[in-house]
């Protein structure tokens, strides 16, 4: 949005609160409620700031893996582990879920609650539905919010998080808590922020719900040979594990597969030149909680840490200058002006502009490996 656009609708903003409320009357909320938490709500204009810099869409997927998997995150989550033994013990046996994961995620999210957010989640998300382009969706969330406050479930002062609205050691975001929050330790309240039980049981539920597979890992790291037809490398092309082996890709530790029957598509961030990752049923789980690649490798890949595992085995192209926001949305804009479907350019390259990219490799004569380098975008510059 424009300065001006912004400025107009935060002019609006009272008005546009009132406007919501028939929607929150539809879902039980009191008029007493509605009127307590929204009479004096003001937008929270530096949201605007941050709604496009989400690291997980911004950095290489390198860069954002060494921010959040080190040496003292791995210590912490381990101690997290066995400081809960008891707790992730039960969990695991009620929902199936790996415990790992569930640490890997309270690690990369807040940094096991430590960094969980600052901002009030009710005006977060009405700041968010009201202004800017996501506001259906963060209608939802604000709606979901007024709920939970209604429902007693967090205390107002408890419900602090994120600029986006998730909150919790987790980062639950509103509507999320409502489908998956449990409560686990049995005291009337599912609190996701200060009860130890209910935040494990909750984020293994959602995982659960979202399709977690129990007994399987979310994936591997994989040798993809120079030869291979790179075509295949899309999240559309599922593959039991066996197939890819057929098909020339090895396990990046020399270790055989553990189970040849799994599901797997190949992902391979950093193109020809980088590690590639055959990807099962749990990574799309983990997606689900976070829809970026780059969050759910630092998930699948932490998780590994923590249970004793070492570091990736294949060197990233560090060498690669990393494309910045408007060189991304350049990228996209011309992928689509060639006639390329990357959806609306948003500079955050997912599948579909791997896949463009792809398409404009094999018809340039290069290796289609779908990755967004400077010269990729050059050469787009220069058709």
Known sequence: M???AIRQAAND???????LWPLAARRGISHNTFQAYTASLTPDLRIMDLLDNQP??????WDYLDILITEDRIRKGREVL???????????????????TIAAIWGVE???????????????????????????????????TLEILQRGDVRPEKLIGSWAGAFGPTQFMPTAFKRFAVDFDHDGRRDVVDSMADLIASTANNLKKDGWVTGQTWGYEVVVPANFNFMLAEHRRMMPVREWERHGITRANGQAFSRGDDMAFLLVPAGVQGPGFLMLANFRAIMKYNPAEAYALAIGHLSDRLRGGGPFVQEWPRYEKVLSRSERLELQELLARHGYDVGEPDGHLGARTRAAIRDFQ?????????FASAGVLEQLRGR
Do not use: H, M, W
């Open 2 to 4: 424009s300065a001006e």
């Open 362 to 370: 094999t018809k340039i004569g290069r290796v289609p490996d779908g």
């Open 56 to 61: 997980e869409f911004t950095k290489s997927f």
């Open 13 to 19: 903003f009272p008005a546009c609160l009132e406007r």
């Open 82 to 100: 066995e400081k809960n033994r008891a707790t992730f013990d039960i969990v695991e046996r009620t929902y199936g879920v790996d415990r790992y």
């Open 110 to 144: 807040t940094n096991y609650g430590t960094l969980a957010g600052d901002r009030p989640v009710l005006r977060s998300t009405a700041t968010l539905a009201c202004i800017g382009r996501r506001q259906p969706y963060f209608r939802d969330e604000f709606l979901a």
